[in-house]
């Protein structure tokens, strides 16, 4: 059982950057894949980055490259999504998942947090 918790989102201006965090409970976080999921008013959730157990290999949706970046601290238990040069389509609920292999497909992650607001104004 992985517990998860998400932090960091915020208002924002369009240009500027944020930083999310995702605490994770339990002993065997190091042995999960991460992802971090987005969900826009009307939309339906969709795939943002993934990590590697080992943080060694990322996975970033097309909308993500070059702006977001994901990494993860297994001794801390957490995992992060840097956002630059964010955009008002930007805005959602940011949610992170952990799952026991490395997918970019939400049905395939087993464990969600809560979510964290993220608002871009233009």
């Known amino acids: 059982q992985v517990q998860l918790v998400e932090s960091g989102g915020g208002l924002v201006q369009a240009g500027g950057s944020l930083r999310l965090s995702c605490a994770a409970s339990?002993?065997?976080?190091?042995?999960?894949?991460m992802g971090w999921f987005r969900r826009a008013p009307g939309k339906e959730r969709e795939f943002v980055a993934a990590?590697?157990?080992?943080?060694?290999?990322?996975y970033s949706a097309d909308s993500a490259k070059g702006r977001f970046t994901i990494s993860r601290d297994n001794a801390k238990n957490t995992v992060y999504l840097e956002m630059s040069s964010l955009k008002p389509e930007d805005a959602a609920v940011y949610y992170c998942?952990?799952?026991?292999?490395?997918?970019?497909?939400?049905?395939?992650?087993?464990?969600w947090g809560q979510g964290t607001q993220v608002t871009v104004s233009s």
């Open positions: 339990g002993r065997t976080f190091s042995s999960y894949a």
């Open positions: 998942a952990a799952s026991a292999r490395l997918t970019i497909a939400t049905m395939g992650y087993d464990y």
């Open positions: 990590i590697s157990a080992s943080g060694g290999t990322t």
